[in-house]
């Protein structure tokens, strides 16, 4: 998912771009906005935090970037691509090193195992949006 700040600066098609050139096929993508009911149940894993009610504002905040990617180890893959969550520990050339503002700013989200990217998958798109 390519979070809200990142859309609005207008880094989405240079972000894209960069997860194409690494050999991910996108085989669903979708431009919307999240309400912070949907945004409260997409993070509902970090209710208990004290982050969760800004994360939920945060995102809930403008529109969003959802995808399914494909590509063999497709979850360990992306999550070296995106970086680190805090952009000052980021790898250089990975999206958050370029993209983000800040730890809570993070300019994408990653699945963090098959199983979740399955269900965040099912999150966003039903099977005929899917290619």
Not at 18 to 45: C, D, P, Q
């Amino acid at each position: 998912m390519i979070k809200p700040e990142a859309v609005a600066a207008g880094h989405t098609g240079k972000i894209i771009d960069m997860i194409i050139s690494n050999g991910f096929k996108i085989v669903a993508l979708k431009y919307t906005r999240l309400s912070a009911e949907e945004a409260g149940i997409f993070y509902e894993v970090h209710k208990e935090r004290p982050f969760y009610g800004e994360l939920v504002g945060y995102m809930a905040s403008g529109p969003i970037i959802a995808a399914i990617l494909e590509k063999d180890n497709a979850v360990e893959d992306f999550r070296k691509l995106i970086g680190a969550t805090d952009p000052a520990q980021a790898e250089e050339g990975t999206i958050r090193k370029r993209f983000a503002e800040s730890k809570a700013k993070n300019a994408c989200h990653g699945s963090d195992s098959d199983e979740n990217a399955e269900i965040e998958g099912n999150f966003f798109f039903s099977g005929r949006e899917r290619f």
